[in-house]
């Protein structure tokens, strides 16, 4: 009886140049895996932790069996997605005061690594709470990215007509919002306003910019001294932005920063981001205020020097 002899061993530059392929595939594709795990997430860390769980899939997978490693990589996220956003809707139901998604500076990567921005604004992000794990995946890869439904259902093993239902259901549960392109320059504008009204004592005079019903929505997270609940109404949202500014913000630096594709303020203490402000506009007036100042959600605007 002849026995077989073993198999030879890969040459070692045989195995290096795979790896290489399976690295410069994965990089190509990161951006958008990064997108829609952090628009599934709204928190940067719980999405590079997406990440990072794709790519050592990747790393195990039979490469040689994958036709496309673009739709199985952003397969893999999107679904390691949807169990992180479960985990994460159970830990928010015990998180401290309002929540807020981590803002993340976009002025190097305008999209994320989408085609449509949109969903990427705070203001979606925040609106997107309201839907499932999986029809907030149906809604950013149809609605940021564009895919087409046959595409969303074969990512998340749907038929086609349960992918489109999905995609329905979930515009409806966002409601509808002015479909007026965001006009950064506006933002920038109504910024520079309530800082200038600020510094001078006099944020009365913002008020003719805020809607009746403005909404503040400040997000400590325990972390820090903040309110427990949101502002409504303009009135209170006027005497809680003149009482945060003279007591915190006045004695700080002021920097115009981008996050989520918009402008917004970050303000400096003792050389640190302390917080960062951004507006939610619609039709000339501001709906809301977000105040972000979980120190946790502010790395991403540390100074640089």
């Known amino acids: 009886m002849t026995t077989r002899p073993p198999a030879p061993e890969r040459p070692d530059a045989l195995a290096d140049a795979e790896d290489a392929g399976a690295l410069d595939a994965f990089l190509a594709v990161r951006?958008?895996?990064?997108?829609?795990?952090?628009?599934?997430?709204?928190?940067v860390?719980?999405?590079?932790?997406?990440?990072?769980?794709?790519?050592?899939?990747?790393?195990?997978?039979?490469?040689?069996?994958?036709?496309?490693?673009?739709?199985?990589?952003?397969?893999?996220?999107?679904?390691?997605?949807?169990n992180a956003?479960?985990?994460?809707?159970?830990?928010?139901?015990?998180?401290?005061?309002?929540?807020?998604?981590?803002?993340?500076?976009?002025?190097?990567?305008?999209?994320?690594?989408?085609?449509?921005?949109?969903?990427l604004e705070l203001a979606t992000l925040l609106l997107m709470e309201r839907l499932s794990p999986v029809e907030r995946a149906v809604y950013v890869l149809r609605e940021a990215f564009g895919y087409p439904y046959r595409r969303v259902a074969e990512i998340l093993d749907l038929t086609e007509a349960g992918a489109?239902?999905?995609?329905?259901?979930?515009?409806?549960?966002?409601?509808?919002?002015?479909?007026?392109?965001?006009?950064?320059?506006?933002?920038?504008?109504?910024?520079?306003?309530l800082v200038r009204a600020a510094?001078?004592?006099?944020l009365a005079r913002f008020e003719r910019y805020l809607a009746d019903d403005v909404v503040a929505r400040p997000d400590g997270g325990g972390r820090v001294h903040a309110s427990r609940v949101e502002l409504v109404g303009l009135a209170r949202v006027s005497l809680f932005l003149d009482n945060v500014w003279r007591k915190f913000w006045n004695a700080g630096g002021l920097r115009h920063v981008e996050a989520n594709g918009l402008p917004a303020i970050v303000v400096d203490l003792d050389g640190a981001p302390f917080a960062l402000l951004a507006l939610d506009v619609v039709a000339g007036r501001v709906e809301h205020v977000y105040v972000q100042v979980n120190p946790d959600k502010l790395t991403g605007y540390a100074a640089t020097s």
């Open 31 to 43: 951006p958008q895996l990064f997108g829609i795990a952090y628009r599934m997430l709204g928190s």
């Open 45 to 82: 860390a719980e999405a590079e932790d997406v990440v990072q769980d794709a790519w050592i899939r990747w790393q195990g997978a039979d490469r040689a069996a994958v036709r496309n490693p673009a739709a199985f990589l952003t397969t893999v996220t999107t679904r390691l997605a949807i």
């Open 85 to 119: 956003a479960t985990s994460a809707r159970a830990r928010r139901e015990t998180y401290v005061g309002p929540w807020l998604p981590e803002p993340v500076d976009t002025s190097d990567d305008p999209a994320l690594g989408a085609e449509r921005a949109e969903a």
């Open 164 to 193: 489109r239902q999905l995609a329905r259901r979930a515009r409806d549960r966002l409601g509808t919002r002015e479909a007026v392109p965001v006009d950064p320059g506006e933002h920038r504008r109504l910024l520079d306003e």
């Open 199 to 202: 510094h001078e004592g006099d």
